[in-house]
């Protein structure tokens, strides 16, 4: 079993539409959970941290928590084509301050 | 705001070449990493380092050495360079004084702009 996983997608969202993406992680300990944005040629960008149960909201983006069932998943309101990047899921090894990584989802926005 | 910066953005080596990929740090961070990304793989972490002259291997440091004789850089080296190191190079740095509500150290990367190797 893979530590972070996500649907590689591509997820196609219409243009105004809400996207949802998901991220299961293997262990429990784990404390931090982030999202960062990669567009295609780029480096990743700090979207999104969620440290607590529940929902956090900035702006079009929120990511939701649930430690018990062990997902994080981050919705994009009012999705525009410059939404469309593949997004990465990491998750904090609770062992050793380093960051686990999902294979991301690629979003795709269509017009 | 933080910058990390690498020094090549492409480069092109043979086979048993040596390689060096150099990563410099402006916000004086602690904690520095190296990490490769290759399509359906994700980003896979190689080398990590808490201090200078410390280091750690990551998930796949077969391959690969660490050098860290400053804090604000953290050089990953490719002793003879292979055709499955191909591949682009991510650098990132990260302050461990943040911290999460329950007391851990939380892992906001910032990443450099990578460096894109190919080895023929």
């Known amino acids: 079993q893979k530590e972070v996983e996500q649907n590689s997608g591509p997820l196609s969202v219409p243009e105004g539409a809400i996207a949802s993406l998901n991220c299961t992680y293997s262990?429990?300990?784990?404390?931090?959970f982030f999202w960062y944005r990669q567009y295609s040629g780029k480096s990743p960008e700090l979207i999104m941290s969620?440290?607590?149960?529940g929902d956090k909201e900035d702006g079009r983006f929120t990511a939701q928590l649930n430690k018990a069932s062990q997902y994080v998943s981050l919705l994009i309101r009012d999705s525009q084509p410059s939404d469309s990047a593949t997004y990465l899921c990491?998750?904090?090894?609770?062992?050793?301050?380093?960051?686990?990584f999902g294979t991301g989802t690629r979003l795709q926005v269509t017009l | 705001d933080v910058k990390v910066t690498q020094s090549s953005r492409y480069l092109v080596k043979r086979t048993g070449e040596k390689v060096f990929l150099e990563c410099v740090q402006d916000?004086?961070?602690?904690?520095m990493f190296w990490y490769r990304q290759d399509p359906g793989l994700g980003l896979r972490l190689i080398y990590f380092?808490?201090?200078?002259?410390?280091?750690e291997k990551g998930d796949i440091p077969e391959g690969y050495s660490v050098s860290r004789e400053k804090k604000e850089r953290f050089s990953l080296i490719l002793e003879s360079a292979s055709t499955n190191q191909t591949s682009m190079y991510l650098c990132?740095?990260?302050?461990?004084?943040?911290?999460?509500?329950?007391?851990?150290?939380?892992?906001?990367?910032?990443f450099g702009e990578g460096s894109r190797l190919t080895v023929l």
């Open positions: 262990d429990r300990g784990s404390q931090s």
């Open positions: 990491a998750v904090n090894s609770p062992t050793a301050s380093k960051l686990t």
């Open positions: 916000m004086d961070h602690e904690n």
């Open positions: 990132a740095s990260t302050s461990p004084g943040r911290r999460t509500p329950s007391g851990r150290h939380t892992g906001e990367l910032f």
């Open positions: 380092s808490y201090d200078v002259k410390m280091k």
């Open positions: 969620i440290y607590s149960n």
